[in-house]
């Protein structure tokens, strides 16, 4: 099984360029030199991207309890830094740091971290079992230019972080993340003396040759700050960082065991007396919160439809309009989707907000808007989507992508004029008028936080006069006061 680890490590390593010591140092000199950076700022997106790896992999429910054990140099100062990002980021971090290094950068970074009420631990006062007292142990005691033999407390803290590596069971044991490299290895040949078996490595610049012998679950690459002349000279290899994180991770993610994959919800409690009477309200204020929240396409849905046969489909929209009269959204008429609603107008949605723990499932009836409100809404997009919605034929077969390309390519040519884009027939919104509201918000040991409200729509009886009708079926559609909002907890 270890081969069968070194040789997928090695295969995913062969993707990325690894540094010899020497182009190391080198490429240190040249970013504090000719291209202007300086120790403090590389220090700062070091121990920013060892704080976003550490939080990628080790979620903040399970081990916010984190030890940075750091050592006299850059590296320390790197562990030191992700050390008070860990911090902002809700952990829990304590630092052993016996050496401490009487320059004002490092200096600043204790204060700043004192100011945070971070513990710093005497390497005497450290737990005989640090299992029992952290989740996480940082390993930032030496980087890449170290050289020799680790001199004491050093020795010693290796020795610890050894025998808790050496634990068959990574459940009954704090993770390991070393930084740059881990601490007691070979820059260039690696773990040649039995050294620490770190869990995670975060490579800054570019991984070490000795990160070829890495053969633990996790590998990123931090520290997003290598400019062309870097890249050029060195023919640099790097994974492209994804969106705007801070680290990559280098290689394929560990394979898992699916049915032990789970979350322990941590939200705040959701009372019933906290929840607002009317589901609309209530929906539109978790939906406000989101938007503000930054998550991304809060009002992506999931929008269930069943045909005439029974047959359910499931597919994502987006919200495009939602107030007392229901949830809008747009799509072709031509659709699979508007073929079951034209058999079978019920429909279910569902919003879910990964990121706080929060979903809402409504229910109701579904019926196209009115033409003029989809033309409104229609006119309304970039002309890109405009075309866009005049090219593509929904659930259609087709002959490949470049019959959509071309089409669009004609239509584009054709209103280069800027004059004005007809909305197809085919193509308009549809209105769900709720019947019932689910608002669930997750908790720890599965105890989860769930409220239905059932939405009962009154019978109206028209009286004879054909102008009270008509002023009576316009209350009907466009206000919500024939309802009864019957409210619900759920288990």
């Known amino acids: 099984m270890a081969s069968l680890a070194a040789s997928a490590a090695a295969a995913a390593a062969a993707e990325v360029t690894h540094l010899t010591q020497r182009d190391a140092a080198e490429i240190d000199e040249q970013l504090m030199g000719p291209l202007g950076f300086s120790v403090d700022q590389l220090m700062e997106l070091a121990g920013l991207s060892v704080a976003a790896a550490l939080a990628e992999v080790y979620k903040l429910n399970e081990h916010a309890r984190v030890l940075v054990i750091c050592g006299p140099g850059n590296n320390g100062g790197d562990g030191l830094v992700a ?40 390497v ?76 995670m490595l975060v490579s800054l610049t570019a991984p070490k040759l000795c990160a070829k012998k890495f053969t633990g679950p996790h590998h990123f690459l931090g520290g997003r700050f290598i400019p062309p002349p870097i890249l050029n000279k060195y023919g640099l290899q790097l994974h492209p960082y994804p969106g705007t994180s801070m680290c990559v991770r280098i290689g394929k993610a560990p394979s898992v065991d699916i049915s032990s994959l789970r979350e322990n919800y941590i939200s705040p409690e959701l009372l019933e007396s906290q929840v607002m009477s009317d589901p609309f309200d209530q929906f539109l204020k978790w939906f406000d919160e989101a938007v503000t929240a930054g998550l991304r396409e809060p009002n992506a849905m999931a929008l269930t439809t069943v045909n005439k046969e029974g047959k359910p489909s499931l597919r994502m929209v987006l919200l495009k309009g939602v107030d007392k009269q229901g949830f809008v959204w747009y799509t072709n008429y031509g659709s699979r989707k508007a073929h079951d609603l034209s058999e079978n107008p019920n429909a279910a949605l569902l919003f879910y907000w990964n990121e706080m723990n929060r979903q809402v499932r409504v229910e109701g009836s579904v019926e196209k808007v009115p033409e003029e409100e989809s033309d409104k809404y229609f006119h309304s997009r970039p002309r890109g989507s405009q075309l866009g919605a005049i090219v593509s034929k929904q659930s259609t077969v087709i002959a490949g992508r470049e019959v959509l390309q071309q089409a669009y390519k004609e239509l584009e040519q054709k209103y280069s004029d800027g004059s004005l884009i007809p909305k197809p027939e085919y193509w308009g919104g549809y209105r769900l008028t709720p019947t019932l509201f689910e608002f669930w918000q997750g908790q720890q040991s599965r105890l989860h936080d769930r409220y239905a409200s059932i939405i009962l729509y009154s019978v109206i009886h028209f009286p004879e006069n054909p102008a009270t009708i008509l002023a009576e079926r316009s209350r009907w559609e466009y206000s919500v006061a024939h309802r009864e909002v019957v409210p619900l907890t759920l288990t």
Not at 95 to 119: A, D, F, H, V
Not at 140 to 159: C, E, K, N, W, Y
Not at 178 to 195: A, C, L, T, Y
Request: charged share 20%; glycine share 8%.
């Open 83 to 122: 050390a008070r990002h860990l911090y902002h980021f809700g952990y829990r971090p304590s630092i052993c740091y016996p050496k401490r290094t009487p320059k004002p950068l490092y200096s600043g970074l204790i204060t700043q971290l004192e100011s945070l009420s971070i513990p710093f631990i005497p």
């Open 124 to 199: 005497e006062d450290l737990p005989n079992d640090l299992s029992r007292e952290f989740d996480v142990i940082v390993d930032a005691m030496f980087g890449f230019s170290f050289h020799g033999t680790p001199r004491p407390p050093f020795d010693h803290l290796i020795q610890t972080l050894i025998s808790l590596s050496v634990i068959g069971n990574s459940d009954k044991r704090p993770a390991i993340v070393s930084i740059d490299i881990p601490s007691g290895w070979h820059v260039e040949e690696g773990d040649v003396d039995g050294g620490i078996k770190p869990d």
